[in-house]
Each structure stands twice: as structure tokens, then as C-alpha cells.
């Protein structure tokens, strides 16, 4: 394995993950509590929203955008050219950038996220005590993890490392593109107690894995040397083609002429394939101990998809290299040159790994959240709520807490303002409107809006909208409890 091939490799794991990344679904806590959008249905199947039936306009009906990260704000990585009209990188020379101060914000684990979905269809209507619902979803999720060693090593050098491992094994990456059919079933026990259960059949588009706890990848420095070990797999199952070498190791993907030509009787066919299947549950309780108290705990997507070894490719690193240093006494001598001293090390590191690949079916989880919330009511048109968000993805733990007041002055209107503290911020102020409700109601939510103000300190960014066909939304009707059908239409 030459060097041209380790930089295809890298290439190509680097695109795979750009792909996937640009667009991992986290939804908007301020949403939480928002009953007049349907869709807040989605965090806790034990809720039914106010109106007695809803329809989701195909695809605009939720649009859901969410990116971020657990340490870095922007003005960490991207900062104004002392000089210059220009934005440069903490990398940049020019840049005023304090080394120690940067790696001091990072944790030993660090990771960046990145979340997408739409609603290609969505429904939902209410029959007595009864609330059942439907939808049709495109999901892409992606988690990208990173060692705080790997920034000391390039930021530092090794120094720091001497007598002692640099420990990489958490490079991790977890991006899944993939599509959800749920139906949804909630249940008003009484008037103090819901439950509530959403069942999902789940289908994977694409996937590139690569759990650090299952890998090891460690640089360890003496006085005199430098030894590096690696024992880590990527887990990948996409259209794209694995190609080999002569020696039948991984070498590099390749695009089909399908998709380099967007043949479009084909890229339908992938679209619309119902290959790679899993399973997912969403569960939820709704509890109001006294009247103006409302207490509440969901737990959603537990759930995993079986990527088919047909699609599949493993590729297997593995292999050590000792580095002792280039013997320049030729170069002295004048003998021969530089170059062939360092053409000869990357020689002996190329062919001291080995990259192989193979095809076996793997598993991938979803990234459970569970939410624990409780409301109290000031009036029948405002109340205050709180909001816990534990979220697990690529063995990460990303905790959140949300505080909201929600107003509802008149019909066909209805707004929140919430305060969150997540992803090591204190500064996100989150917004929310919903703009009519029979027949037609618009809605727009974000759990920091305020990254408008101060978006360089902020690590993270949500934004949700989507539009609904509603009926029978007045409180009056509902509590008549008539059926669907009638209440309605």
C-alpha cells in the first residue's frame, strides 16, 4: 500500500463524512410544550395536540435543522484578521490565537453533531379518548468524535507525550441517512393520567460507523523513538463501490455510473429502497397530579437498523511502526538526497499497516433521548414550564435544560420564549410561534434565536418550521368529547 492510496482512503472516509454531515434529529425543546403544533407529538407520543385533526403538508410540514458541538464557539475557530478586512482560521499565522487556552476548553472526548429531518407525510386524528397518528420521514443523523490528544499533538507536537501514550481511539464518526414510517397511539387513561406509544418501522439509505470503544489507536514517545498502533474498523454500507489492489486490499471507493450520471429511473430506485430494515419505539406518560400541574416523561427512538452485508464494506486497519529517525550522513556526504531519507520512512510506515476490507452485516442504535418535563399553569392562556434532555449517540451523553413561558392570547395564536443551558452554553434564548389553526396554521421554533445576536459565542444552532391543515382546534369543541367524524366534519 503506497502513500497515493492511504491519502484515497482518507479522501474518501473525509467526503463520505462531509456528505452525510452537512445536513445528526435532535428536536427543538422549546417545541416541548407547545401543544398547538402536532408535531411536539414526536417527543412525547402521550401528548395529543388541541386540535381534533391535523394533516401535514408533504415536506414543508417540518423542516428540522440542528448542528452544534460540546465545547467550541465559533470565535474559537474563526476569528477577524488583525490587519485585514478577512476572516482567518486559529490556524492562520497571523492569527492571535493562545494555544493553551484553546486545548482547555476541550474535554478529553470531544464531538461535533449534526441533525436533518422532513416529513414527507404526516397525519394524526382523535376518536373519543383516543389519539392516533401517523407519519412518513427522512432522517440523517451524524456524530463526529475527536480526542483532545490529537489537538495537543497538532497544535503542540509531541512533547508532551514523551514516556507516555497520546491516546486517538476516540476518532469516532456515526452518520445515518435513513427513513421512518410511525404510527402513533395515545390514550387518555383519565383526566389526570395519558400514555402514549409510537411504533417505527425504519429502512437505512447509507451509513458510515466507527465506535472508538471498539477501536485503539495510540502514538507512544520514548527519548529516541516513536511508535504508533492502530486496531480500529469503519463500518460503511452505501451505493458507493470498494475497490482493491492487487494484493486484494481496500484501496479506495468509486462512484456507479448511475449516480455519476444521476440517472434518474435509477436514483429513484435508491430512494425508494426498502433494504436495510430496523425497528424503533417511541414511549410516553403524561401525569397532572392537581389541577394546574402537569408532569411528563417520553423516551424516544430505542430503536436500530441491520445494515446488510450486500451493501456493506468493513475496512480494517491494523498494524504498528516504530519511527527511530532518517539517517542523514549520506545527505551530508552529498551522496544522494533528502528526499530518499524521507521517501524511505513513508515507505516503511505505508507498508507496516495493512487496510483490508470485508462485507458482514452490522447493527447501529438511533441515539435515544429521554425527556422528563413539568409545567405548571398560571391561567388557562399562559403557563411555565421545565425541561430535562438526556440524549445518548456514538456512546456520548449530551445533557440540556430548558426553562419556557407559553402565552396563548387568542385563537389562532400562540408563542413561547424558553431558556436553555446545553452544549456548555448560557446563552440560549430560544423562540416560538404558531401563526392560525383551522384550517391552515404555520409555525416557526428555534431553541436559539439569540445566534443572531451573539452567534460567535454560540455552539450550537436549531431551527424548526413547517406548515399543518387543521380542524376542530376550538377548546369548547374538544371538550365536548364527541367523536372525530363528528366534532369535525
Known sequence: MNLNQIKKIFLSITISALFWGNTMAQDSQTLYYMNRVPQATMMNPAMQP????????????????????????????????????????????AAEFNTTDFLNKLDDNNFFYEDFRTDLLSFGFRLNTWYFSFNLSERLSTSINYPKDLMSLILEGNSQFVNTNADLAYLGINSTFYREYGLGISKEINQTLSVGIRAKVLFGHANISSDYKENSLTMYTSRDSIYLNADAT???????????????????????????????????????????????????VYYKPIDKLSLSLSIIDLGYIKWKKEDVTNIDLKGNYSFTGIDVSNEIGGSD??????????????????VSNNSESYTTGLGAKIYVGGSYALSKKFDVGFLSRTYFYNSNINQAFTFSANVRPINGLSASLSYSIMNGTYNNIGFGLVLGGAPLQLYIISDNASAALWGHKTSSFNFRFGMNIAFGCRQKTKSKDKPMLKSVF
Open 234 to 284: 469503519i463500518n460503511t454500507s452505501s451505493p458507493l463501490i470498494a475497490t482493491t489492489n492487487a494484493d486484494g486490499d481496500f484501496e479506495s471507493f468509486e462512484i456507479p455510473s448511475y449516480l455519476e450520471n444521476s440517472q434518474t429511473d435509477s436514483l429513484i430506485d435508491l430512494a425508494l429502497a426498502h433494504t436495510n430494515t430496523g425497528l424503533g419505539i417511541d414511549l410516553g
Open 50 to 93: 388541541a386540535c381534533n385533526f391535523f394533516f401535514g403538508l408533504p415536506v414543508v410540514s417540518s423542516l428540522q435543522l440542528d448542528v452544534g458541538n460540546n465545547r467550541l464557539s465559533l470565535t474559537d475557530v474563526i476569528m477577524q484578521h488583525p490587519t485585514q478586512d478577512s476572516l482567518i482560521t486559529f490556524l492562520h499565522p
Open 337 to 354: 538526497t533528502l528526499d530518499s531519507g524521507f521517501d524511505t520512512m513513508l515507505d516503511s510506515l505505508t507498508n507496516s499497516f495493512t
